[in-house]
Structure formats: structure tokens, C-alpha cells
């Protein structure tokens, strides 16, 4: 599923896509998963820049917004970042409050069990790919998923992070093997220098919110390298 960046012509639409899914999705479950939503919407709705997919706020701004405290705020956030829907772009600074940015896909993906209960037309154009505009021939094929393995925590991660991107989990998550998990800590091993300093630096939150889901004990990852 590509999503497309909620801009230009039919950027009304897909906004209202978006929020219909997370608002129908927000009913379909418990008093805990209203307020979450519903926080999430309230960001959305009053500060997120969706051109720019940031979200520019600051910690005590927030807790204005929800009508709690900033040990709530940061509670929050920290959740939202271990599902994998929101990340940060740049931290806060001196002077300068923190931006995040939401992965839409991520959203979408999660919410799709309440597509049909919208009707089959969401559903469809939900489900339907844009068709790229080029004239270059693809000659690589959908990269196939990961074999299920032992169906363990890591084939499991391995799982969640094709289905999320398997152009991304091709060329670089399907290259790292778990090594070490104890203790809420994981360690991963990269085949190369390289390969680990570039996850680690831009890819990290994702595969933690990817364990997080298959095990919620899991609170760091960190990526080290066979060299």
C-alpha cells in the first residue's frame, strides 16, 4: 500500500480518508484507545503541517491541548512512538520546541480492519495503489517475504517490517540478525559498518515499534556491525 502525501488536487480528500479511518477506528475499540485517538486527531487537527509532515510543538503546548499534565504529554508521546506513529524529527533545543512527523502508512495499516465497516468504496480506493507516472520498466518483481521460520519474536518483527515497507526491508532489515535480547534490550548485527550506522541512525524507532507489538517489554534496539 503507497500512500500518497495529502497535497495538491485531492488532498481534501485524503485527509478526511485519514481521518474517517482514525476516527472509526478510535469507536471500534475501548475507553483507552478513544482518548489515544482522539489525542492523536486533536494534534492533528490543530497543529500538524500536512505538507510538510510535521507536527511542531512543544511539550507544555500539548499538555494545553489534552487538558493534562507534561508527565502525561511525555507518557503519551512515548507510546505513540512505540507504535510507530509518530517519530521525531528533530529534537527539541534551546529555544526551540521539538518537530515530529506522522507515518501515515503506519496509521493506515493499523486501521484497516475498520475499512469495510466505512463502506467498500473507502475500502477500495484504500486498497488501490496509485500507478507511478514513468515509462521505466520494472525488472525486479514485489520483494517475496520473509520465510516464517521458527514464527519467534524476530521472524515476527521480520514480518511486520515487510508488510510496512518491503522495498526497505529488501535492502536493508532483512540483512540484520538478532544477536542478543534480555532485559527489555535487544542487539542486532549488521553485516557491515555501514549498513549498521545507517539503520541506527534512520531507521531504529521503526524496527523498536516493530518488536514493540510483537513484545511490549522490548524498550531499546541497538544495531551493531560483524566488523
Same mark, same amino acid.
Given at each position: 500500500?503507497?500512500?500518497?502525501?495529502?497535497?495538491?488536487?485531492?488532498?481534501?480528500?485524503?485527509?478526511?480518508?485519514? #481521518?474517517?479511518?482514525?476516527? &472509526?477506528?478510535?469507536?471500534?475499540?475501548?475507553?483507552?484507545?478513544?482518548?489515544?485517538?482522539?489525542?492523536?486527531?486533536?494534534?492533528?487537527?490543530?497543529? !500538524?503541517?500536512?505538507?510538510?509532515?510535521? #507536527?511542531?510543538?512543544?511539550?507544555?503546548?500539548?499538555?494545553?491541548?489534552?487538558? &493534562?499534565?507534561?508527565?502525561?504529554?511525555?507518557?503519551?508521546?512515548?507510546?505513540?512512538?512505540?507504535?510507530?506513529?509518530?517519530?521525531?524529527?528533530?529534537?527539541?533545543?534551546?529555544?526551540?520546541?521539538?518537530? !515530529?512527523?506522522?507515518? *501515515?502508512? /503506519?496509521?493506515?495499516?493499523?486501521?484497516?480492519?475498520?475499512?469495510?465497516?466505512?463502506?467498500?468504496?473507502?475500502?477500495?480506493?484504500?486498497?488501490?495503489?496509485?500507478?507511478?507516472?514513468?515509462?521505466?520498466?520494472?525488472? %525486479?518483481?514485489?520483494?517475496?517475504?520473509?520465510?516464517?521460520?521458527?514464527?519467534?519474536?524476530?521472524? /515476527?518483527?521480520?514480518?511486520?517490517?515487510? %508488510?510496512?515497507?518491503?522495498? *526497505?526491508?529488501?535492502?536493508?532489515?532483512?540483512? *540484520?540478525?538478532?544477536?542478543?535480547?534480555?532485559?527489555?534490550?535487544?542487539?542486532?548485527?549488521?553485516?557491515?559498518?555501514?549498513?549498521?550506522?545507517?539503520?541506527?541512525?534512520?531507521?531504529?524507532?521503526?524496527? #523498536?515499534?516493530? !518488536?514493540?507489538?510483537?513484545?511490549?517489554?522490548?524498550?531499546?534496539?541497538?544495531?551493531?556491525?560483524?566488523?
Amino acid at each position: 500500500m503507497q500512500v500518497a502525501k495529502p497535497v495538491g488536487r485531492n488532498a481534501s480528500a485524503l485527509k478526511y480518508d485519514i #481521518l474517517s479511518a482514525l476516527t &472509526v477506528y478510535a469507536l471500534s475499540g475501548d475507553k483507552h484507545r478513544h482518548r489515544t485517538i482522539l489525542r492523536v486527531m486533536s494534534l492533528i487537527t490543530t497543529r !500538524y503541517n500536512w505538507r510538510k509532515n510535521e #507536527l511542531s510543538i512543544g511539550r507544555e503546548e500539548i499538555a494545553r491541548i489534552w487538558s &493534562v499534565d507534561e508527565r502525561t504529554v511525555k507518557r503519551e508521546m512515548a507510546k505513540l512512538r512505540t507504535s510507530g506513529w509518530v517519530t521525531v524529527k528533530r529534537p527539541a533545543a534551546r529555544g526551540r520546541v521539538a518537530v !515530529y512527523e506522522l507515518d *501515515l502508512k /503506519q496509521i493506515l495499516l493499523d486501521t484497516s480492519e475498520v475499512w469495510p465497516t466505512i463502506g467498500s468504496d473507502f475500502q477500495d480506493r484504500m486498497q488501490t495503489d496509485p500507478e507511478p507516472k514513468t515509462n521505466v520498466i520494472p525488472f %525486479q518483481s514485489k520483494p517475496a517475504p520473509p520465510e516464517s521460520g521458527d514464527g519467534g519474536i524476530w521472524t /515476527q518483527v521480520q514480518s511486520i517490517l515487510h %508488510q510496512r515497507d518491503p522495498e *526497505l526491508w529488501s535492502s536493508w532489515f532483512q540483512h *540484520l540478525s538478532e544477536a542478543e535480547r534480555a532485559g527489555g534490550n535487544v542487539t542486532l548485527v549488521a553485516p557491515s559498518r555501514f549498513m549498521a550506522d545507517y539503520i541506527s541512525q534512520k531507521w531504529t524507532a521503526r524496527v #523498536l515499534a516493530a !518488536y514493540s507489538r510483537v513484545d511490549p517489554s522490548i524498550r531499546a534496539v541497538r544495531i551493531e556491525s560483524v566488523e
